[in-house]
Structures are given as structure tokens and as C-alpha cells.
């Protein structure tokens, strides 16, 4: 077992004109310092999770985006909204959704074949528009933007508007290895400024196309009702649906259009661009260790035998070592950096007491980097996954989908969706990159912005 031992380093950093908290160290005197606390202590980063529900500042201009949606909800709205969700996140349901994930995966893969033996390529955008396809697809009933309710022809959604804005002024970049303390400052200061100075919302919910089909599916689902054409199984049903049914049964006053609204684009923003940078990076850290490249390929070809068949929901729990290779990849690159909370109570962590009213900073990627890892913290070792022996014993040591009840409600969406993906492409194509040569930058997530195109090549079955 990793000895997981004191964790030595929460930080707490004095930031531009950020306004600092007060905390006691009850160590020292019982000093009051003021400055920003940075959280790289699983359990303290836990005890935040779970007695801090409102999100803070640092959601400024997302809130604008996605109002009550989950992500930034207020407290007391997230609680109404999160039991109600929770059950329509469950491996029953989600392993619905099966279907989708196949074709859209396939669809990537027919897409990456133009590629075969033409040097580098940029996978990422690829993988980002087949996800923002899957996500609309599976959360709207069949397409998003089709041409008869939108302004957008439906290989283009407004997706690229969204994210120039979202990340405008808002970019730091870094290079690996991160230097993951000095890198959150960085990045807190900067959003910071960013949050406070940015007066309006960025990202309408308003968008014109999801009003409409929105109405469009309302109607839908209102004529099924009339019909008696409604489906109560644990077959796949498109998100909207599910949120109207929520409607029909909690009342208007809980589930309003607009509430409606906010989750979908909550759902499509959290979705699509987290999924997609994670299967970007995983790409590239797979291209450039061919020893962990060959094992999946051992693993698929034992699970698959030869064949290019759809991924069912038995192969999933056979795909160990590509969960393993998931894991690490999310492990050293925490795509969500750091997540932040108000502290509307004074709060107790091991060695000291957090004031309330001011922010605190729950730092993923330094957790994840912590030397209850090991020595080997920084080195990108799926193998650690397959033994508890390897792990570090604190169970909250991976967080790269936050922790404690505000923790990410499409955990097992993402797993699944990633396994059936890469088990498409990894068949097919052997893959070569450099992790070394990748730049990453910062904007509302951490993603690579240079050095970090892969080559592919057809495997010979
Ligand atoms: C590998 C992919 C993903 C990663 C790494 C990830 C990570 C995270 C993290 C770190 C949070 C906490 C954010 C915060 O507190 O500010 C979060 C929350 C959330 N995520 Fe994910 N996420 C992923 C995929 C997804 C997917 C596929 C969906 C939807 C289908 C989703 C929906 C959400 C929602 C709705 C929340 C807010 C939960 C709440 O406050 O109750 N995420 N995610």
C-alpha cells in the first residue's frame, strides 16, 4: 500500500486583488492569516465538498451561461434538481444508450480513415464535433439541430460562437510537466480578474434553435401523452424526454421551460467538450507509450476476437486495462483543474479552520499529484490501477470528476461512452504521438493546444 501518511501541502495563496479568507492554523497559536486556500488534501478537499454546496465567484460567467442548470445552480435549487436527476444516471439507463455510442464511435472511425498514412492530423477537432453529435443525440432525440427547426445546418451547431467566448481573455499557457501549484495561482488569478470584470452573460440559454426544439419536443411529448404512446421502460429515451416526464410529475412550478433549458445546455456543455478532451489527451498518451498501446491491443483482441463488432454492456466490465489507461490519463491530466466553492460557514479541516464568507479552491490536478501517489507520481503508469496495492488507500485521491454530493452526475456516462469509443478506434488503427511535444493551455478546462496531433495507421488483422 502507497503510505498516504499527512498529506503536507494545502496552500493557501495570496492572490492579485482576489479578496483573501481568514483561517485558523491550529497548530500556530491559532494565528489569523488571510490569504486563498488552496485544497490538496483529499479529506479536507471532501469536508469543503460536502459542507459548501454553493458554488462560488470563480462560476460568475458560467452561471450566466447555464442559470439553474446542475453545474451552477444555487444550493438550494441544485438539491430539488439533483435527486430528481439522479436515478436518470443509472447503468440501467445509461447502458441505453449503448446504441448511440456504437455509432457515433464508428462514425469516428470512418472519419479518422482519411487519415491512414498522411502524417499528422488534428484528432481533437474531430473527436469534439462526434461528441457534441452523441450528446445531442442521445440527450435530444436524434438530431439537434435538424433543418427543420434550425437556422443551423447540422454539421454546424453553435458550438465554436460558444466556446471563442467562453474562453476569450480567459487562456494561460502551460507546458508539462505542470508545475501544478504555481499553475492554479496562475489560473485563479487570471479568472479571477476575468470573473469579476466580465459584466454579461456569454452563452445564452436563449439560444434561438434550443428554444425551438425544445418546443418543438414539448409538443412531441405532449401529443404522446394524448395517444397513450409513452414508454415507461429502461429503454433509451432522449434526455428531453425525460425532463418533460420529470415535468408531468413534479408540476410547472419545479421543472419551468427555462429550468428545462439550462439543464440541456448544462448536459451538452459538461458533456460533449469534457468527453472529448479526455479521449483527445488519452489518444496521445496511448500514441506515445507503445508498451501500453500493445496491451490494449491484446485486451481488445481477447475480448473481441478479431472482430469490429458493437461494444455491448458485458464487454464493458471485460475492458479492464483500457479503464486502467482512462484512469491514469485523467489522473495526470485533470481536465477540470480545480473547482471552487463559498464558504457560507466557517468549516473545520484537519489543521485549520476555514472563516466563512470568502472562497475556497478544491486543486484537483495537485491531488492527483500528491505524494501518496508514490514516487512515481508524475509518470503515466496505468499498471498502478490494477492492484489496490499500488493505489493510495485515501479513497478520495482520485477526483478528476469532483467528490463528494456536488461530484459530476456523468461519471459513468463518460466511462462508458469512452470505453465503447476507444475500443472502435483502438481496433482499427495503431496510433503514434509525442506527449512530450504537447502544449496545454487553460481555458474554462485544461486542454492541449500544440505539439499534440497524432498519426494513425490501419492495423493489419
Ligand atoms: C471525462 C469526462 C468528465 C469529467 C472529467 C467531468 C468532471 C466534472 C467535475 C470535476 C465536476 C465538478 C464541477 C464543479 O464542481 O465545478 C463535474 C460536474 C458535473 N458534470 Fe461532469 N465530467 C465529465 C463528463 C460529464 C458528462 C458526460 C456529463 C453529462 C452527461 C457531465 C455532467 C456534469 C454535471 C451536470 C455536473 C454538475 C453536477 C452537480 O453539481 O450536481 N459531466 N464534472
Given at each position: 500500500m502507497v503510505n498516504s501518511g499527512r498529506a503536507p501541502f494545502n496552500i493557501f495563496a495570496r492572490i492579485g486583488s482576489a479578496r483573501p479568507v481568514k483561517y485558523h492554523d491550529h497548530t500556530e497559536d491559532r494565528r489569523e492569516v488571510e490569504a486563498i486556500p488552496l485544497l490538496t488534501d483529499p479529506d479536507d478537499c471532501l469536508t469543503v465538498a460536502n459542507a459548501c454546496l454553493e458554488k462560488d465567484i470563480l462560476y460568475g460567467s458560467a452561471r450566466a451561461c447555464f442559470g439553474n442548470g446542475l453545474v451552477t445552480a444555487t444550493a438550494n435549487v441544485w438539491k430539488d434538481q439533483r435527486k430528481l436527476l439522479n436515478p436518470k444516471f443509472n447503468l440501467n439507463y445509461l447502458h441505453s444508450f449503448l446504441d448511440v455510442f456504437n455509432k457515433q464511435a464508428k462514425i469516428l472511425v470512418k472519419e479518422f480513415e482519411c487519415h491512414i498514412d498522411k502524417g499528422e492530423?488534428?484528432?481533437?477537432?474531430?473527436?469534439?464535433?462526434?461528441?457534441?453529435?452523441?450528446?445531442?443525440?442521445?440527450?435530444?432525440?436524434?438530431?439537434?439541430f435538424p433543418s427543420d427547426v434550425s437556422p443551423h445546418p447540422e454539421n454546424s451547431p453553435p458550438l465554436?460562437?460558444?466556446?471563442?467566448?467562453?474562453?476569450?481573455?480567459?487562456?494561460?499557457?502551460?507546458?508539462?510537466?505542470?508545475?501544478?501549484?504555481?499553475?492554479?495561482?496562475l489560473y485563479l488569478a487570471r479568472s479571477r480578474t476575468d470573473t469579476c470584470c466580465r459584466p454579461k452573460g456569454l452563452i445564452s440559454t436563449d439560444v434561438p434553435s434550443l428554444r425551438h426544439i425544445i418546443k418543438k419536443r414539448k409538443a412531441d411529448h405532449l401529443n404522446k401523452l394524448i395517444t397513450g404512446d409513452v414508454d415507461e421502460g429502461e429503454n433509451f429515451k432522449p434526455f428531453l424526454d425525460v425532463l418533460f416526464e420529470l415535468k408531468k410529475t413534479v408540476g410547472d412550478d419545479v421543472m419551468t421551460d427555462k429550468l428545462i433549458r439550462d439543464q440541456v445546455t448544462t448536459l451538452i456543455m459538461a458533456g460533449h467538450d469534457t468527453v472529448s478532451h479526455v479521449l483527445q489527451l488519452t489518444l496521445i498518451l496511448i500514441g506515445s507509450y507503445s508498451g501500453v498501446q500493445d496491451k490494449i491491443y491484446a485486451e481488445l483482441q481477447q475480448v473481441f476476437e478479431n472482430s469490429d463488432r458493437d461494444v455491448d454492456k458485458d464487454d464493458?466490465?471485460?475492458?479492464?486495462?483500457?479503464?486502467?489507461?482512462?484512469?491514469?490519463?485523467?489522473?495526470?491530466?485533470?481536465?477540470?483543474?480545480?473547482?471552487?466553492?463559498?464558504?457560507?460557514?466557517?468549516?473545520?479541516l484537519k489543521h485549520y479552520t476555514l472563516r466563512r464568507g470568502h472562497s475556497c479552491v478544491l486543486n484537483l490536478v495537485s491531488v492527483h499529484r500528491h505524494p501518496m501517489w508514490g514516487p512515481d507520481a508524475e509518470e503515466f503508469k496505468p499498471e498502478r490501477w490494477l492492484n489496490p496495492n499500488t493505489l493510495p488507500s485515501n479513497p478520495n485521491a482520485f477526483i478528476a470528476f469532483s467528490l463528494g454530493k456536488r461530484n459530476c452526475i456523468g461519471r459513468t456516462y463518460s466511462m462508458i461512452s469512452m470505453k465503447t469509443t476507444l475500443a472502435h478506434i483502438l481496433r482499427k488503427y495503431s496510433i503514434n504521438a509525442d506527449h512530450k511535444k504537447m502544449q496545454l493551455k487553460l481555458e474554462c478546462l485544461m486542454k492541449p493546444f500544440a505539439g499534440h496531433h497524432i498519426i494513425i495507421e490501419r492495423r493489419k488483422k
Open positions: 492530423f488534428d484528432h481533437g477537432s474531430l473527436i469534439r464535433q462526434n461528441e457534441m453529435k452523441t450528446i445531442c443525440q442521445e440527450r435530444m432525440q436524434k438530431k439537434i465554436p460562437a460558444i466556446k471563442e467566448k467562453c474562453g476569450k481573455g480567459k487562456t494561460i499557457e502551460i507546458n508539462p510537466p505542470i508545475p501544478h501549484v504555481a499553475f492554479v495561482v464493458l466490465t471485460k475492458l479492464i486495462y483500457l479503464e486502467a489507461v482512462l484512469k491514469e490519463s485523467m489522473r495526470l491530466y485533470s481536465i477540470v483543474p480545480i473547482v471552487s466553492r463559498h464558504l457560507h460557514q466557517d468549516v473545520r
